[in-house]
């Protein structure tokens, strides 16, 4: 009975401020992380990457605008290199791992924009070099898109934000490299985690 | 529903005299702690009362007067006992089928149309969920989660929504599977509680602003409370057992020679699967770990009791309010002042996931829709895949919203 006849009295003032105020903080948490994700849906401007300790595999390619357009098709401004490692692509990442057919540009970049490493073949390369590469892609599953890439005449690309490599043939040492490299140095915007792990180290005198 | 209005027996005291007999339907009556929940199992009306208050319905079962049984009462109390202002409450809360012969069953209409499904034999169901089943489950649910934390790579993620080129043909292949292991989770739910020899009955509905298929497993109140958490589980169950199966074929993927696309596929059911299991363990939604937790503490109807003192402590409560509050179970009342913060945390979680996620997600899609059927013409893929997801996107806001406007509706007819 005690316990039904105290929730029928009004709580005491000082309980209604201490509830308000944990109501209030967890609005406060919410508002402060969500202006962050919002970011993610604007698409990446033209930042350069930041300096790396490590020779970097592939060769660099100047980041160029890349906000969403609405489909795929849409007209939209060129890419600076084939396959594309930066530049305009639609607003939804479609997942990695292992395509028989070949991927849009405008998917594929959007992938790279999330840190992941697109290994693309030329619809020539010698089926025992195909299954040379699936068996990279099965080994990270999580970072790698591989697919046929019709435009390409011969060869292996490998593609990640703003870097790209193309190989003549397919060579496992040369592409986990890349891959292990280069997977998550970029999403919507260069990580932290990845700069810390390859700065270049700190000049002799200075803190 | 017609009927009872036109001859139902009106829940005041006043007018149960003490030469009424009092009908009831197949009650169960199964002890809980200190007290007792008996209910109607064919109504699915369930109350909790102190042991003088089964025994008044047994003296009323057996066919005796308001007035016999108040005597007896009376009798075995030492105090006068007022048994026709309980009898008025059991009619209010619709355990009584008639009065003297006057229907009553105001609790019933509420669920009028709403059928009790048994379909399946009891003994037909019970290897699926006997000891060796459940060892099953548990080992499927530790292989998930020990793969999920040791093996990063074989976690899901939302980038797992498109698993084929065409964004059409993936948004189309997701909502299906989407909706059959939401259907199969609900339907093991009910195979359980039928190998309990239960019924349970199946709508559409909402949580928050996501729309769900929910299994009605009232009748679990007529069981003790231990053999009520095999059928809450039982979705969960089902739930580890797919995603099990799932990681364990992703992860021979290579040495099967599985085709890549069904690879993905996989990894768009574990998506699922991850996102359903997630989902069912938010204790501040009426979710499968909320029963659980809300069985486990004895009460009676938790979450309920926690809106409304949260309610109180940032706001001003009505009356009516008030008095429901009070009116509450004492477990209930004990637990809610610390499953107000959980609450609390929940709605923040919900909240973000409103902002950073549902208004993302239909916004991008909205921007789909508009510039694919205003810019693509029906002989390009944007026009088609607008269309699909104007379709999927119209669902996911008139479901919730039909099931809110029916509950309100329903609201305003029972008061």
Not at chain 1, 153 to 172: K, M
Not at chain 2, 8 to 23: C, K, L, N, Y
Not at chain 2, 82 to 101: P, Q, T
Request: proline residues 8%; glycine residues 8%.
């Amino acid at each position: 009975m005690n316990a039904r006849d105290g929730a029928m009295r009004r709580p005491a003032a000082r309980h209604r401020v201490l509830w308000w105020l944990l109501a209030a903080a967890a609005a406060a948490i919410v508002l402060r992380t969500s202006s962050v994700t919002w970011a993610a849906f604007a698409g990446s401007a033209s930042v350069p990457p930041p300096p790396a300790s490590v020779a970097l595999p592939g060769r660099e390619v100047p980041v160029i605008p890349s906000r969403h357009i609405p489909f795929v098709g849409y007209p939209h401004t060129r890419y600076d290199s084939l396959p594309p490692t930066s530049g305009p692509h639609v607003p939804w990442v479609i997942m990695t791992g292992i395509y028989e057919q070949p991927v849009p540009d405008e998917l594929g970049v959007h992938l790279l924009e999330h840190g992941h490493i697109l290994i693309q073949y030329a619809p020539a390369t010698p089926a025992h070099e195909v299954d040379q590469l699936r068996s990279i892609a099965l080994r990270f599953p999580a970072d790698v898109l591989l697919a046929p890439y019709p435009r390409l005449h011969s060869g292996i690309a490998l593609t990640a934000w703003g870097r790209i490599q193309i190989l003549p043939r397919a060579d496992t040492a040369a592409i986990t490299r890349f891959v292990t490299l280069l997977r998550g140095r970029y999403d919507h915007g260069w990580s932290r985690d990845w700069a810390a792990a390859h700065a270049p180290p700190a000049a002799p005198g200075r803190s | 529903m017609t009927a009872q209005a036109a001859d139902a027996v009106e829940p005041d005291p006043a007018r149960i005299g003490t030469s009424a007999i009092v009908e009831f339907g197949e009650l169960t009556i199964v002890p809980d702690g200190d007290e007792f929940i008996v209910g109607d199992p064919a109504l699915g009306v369930f109350l909790g009362l102190p042991e003088i208050g089964v025994t008044a319905i047994e003296n009323l079962r057996a066919g005796r007067t308001v007035g016999e049984t108040a005597a007896i009462l009376t009798e075995d109390a030492g105090e006068d006992v007022d048994l026709a202002e309980f009898v008025a409450g059991l009619v209010e809360a619709g355990l009584v089928r008639s009065v003297n012969g006057a229907g009553a069953l105001p609790a019933a209409a509420q669920t009028a149309g709403r059928r009790w499904i048994a379909g399946v034999r009891p003994e037909r169901a019970r290897w699926l969920f006997g000891r060796v089943a459940w060892l099953c489950y548990a080992a499927c649910a530790a292989w998930s989660l020990g793969v999920l934390v040791l093996l990063p790579q074989y976690r899901p993620s939302f980038e797992s929504t498109l698993f084929y080129p065409d964004p059409a043909v993936s948004i189309g292949v997701i909502v299906v599977v989407a909706i059959v292991v939401g259907s199969v989770h609900e339907a093991w739910h009910w195979l359980a509680a039928r190998a309990e020899g239960l019924s349970a009955r199946f709508a559409v509905s909402r949580r928050a602003f996501l729309p769900v298929l929910e299994t009605d497993l009232t009748q679990l109140w007529s069981l003790p409370r231990r053999r009520r958490y095999g059928p809450l589980l039982a979705g969960l169950a089902f739930d580890f057992a797919v995603l099990a199966g799932c990681l364990l074929l992703r992860i021979a993927a290579g040495p099967l020679a599985l085709p890549p696309v069904l690879d993905r596929f996989l990894a768009v059911v574990v998506l699922i699967e991850v996102i359903q299991t997630g989902f069912q363990c938010l204790l501040f939604l009426r979710t499968d770990m909320y029963l659980v937790v809300s069985t486990a503490l004895g009460c009676q109807d938790l979450l309920r009791v926690t809106r409304l003192f949260l309610r109180g402590r940032l706001t001003v409560l009505s009356p009516a309010q008030q008095a429901d509050l009070a009116g509450a179970h004492p477990r209930d009342l004990r637990a809610a002042p610390w499953f107000a913060l959980i609450n609390i945390a929940g709605f923040g979680v919900l909240a973000w996931l409103l902002i950073n996620q549902w208004l993302p997600a239909t916004a991008v899609m909205g921007g789909w829709v508009v510039f694919g059927l205003a810019h693509a013409s029906v002989r390009q893929a944007g026009f088609w895949e607008g269309l699909v997801i104007a379709v999927l996107l119209l669902s996911q806001v008139a479901w919730p919203l039909a099931v809110y406007l029916k509950e309100r509706r329903t609201r305003g007819t029972v008061q």
